[in-house]
Nanobody, 128 residues
Framework: QMKLVESGGGSVQAGGSLRLSCTASEYRYCMGWFRQAPGKEREAVAS????????KYADFAEGRFTISHDNTKRVHYLQMNSLKPEDTDIYYCAAGPRPGRLFNRRPCGLGAKDYNYWGQGIQVTTAS
């Protein structure tokens, strides 16, 4: 059964950096990162496809966060720089098939409904 395990979370001061890792037990075409604070809806952070391309970022992540992956290890990463207190959240990695129908596939994206496997979540805290 597909499993995703996050690591690398923790606490940093504002302006600091963290790198999250997500290790998958199986390959999937799309990989992403999402975050959610208690009482709030889950929001997308970034996505990437299995070829290492087609990266997409939420507006707040553009220019500060970088998604990447190592196909040989089935690991995808989220490098987070210039962290802000408002980045404090539980971060979830996700994986799923390429969305769309057989002859009408869409690129990987930031829609949570396109992902059917989720990690357990990892806390990221940025102190002001």
């Amino acid at each position: 059964q597909m499993k995703l395990v996050e690591s690398g979370g923790g606490s940093v001061q504002a302006g600091g950096s963290l790198r999250l890792s997500c290790t998958a037990s199986e390959y999937r075409y799309c990989m992403g990162w999402f975050r959610q604070a208690p009482g709030k809806e889950r929001e997308a952070v970034a996505s990437i496809d299995i070829n290492g391309g087609n990266m997409k970022y939420a507006d707040f992540a553009e220019g500060r966060f970088t998604i990447s992956h190592d196909n040989t290890k089935r690991v995808h990463y989220l490098q987070m720089n210039s962290l802000k207190p408002e980045d404090t959240d539980i971060y979830y990695c996700a994986a799923g098939p390429r969305p769309g129908r057989l002859f009408n596939r869409r690129p990987c994206g930031l829609g949570a409904k396109d992902y059917n496997y989720w990690g357990q979540g990892i806390q990221v805290t940025t102190a002001s």
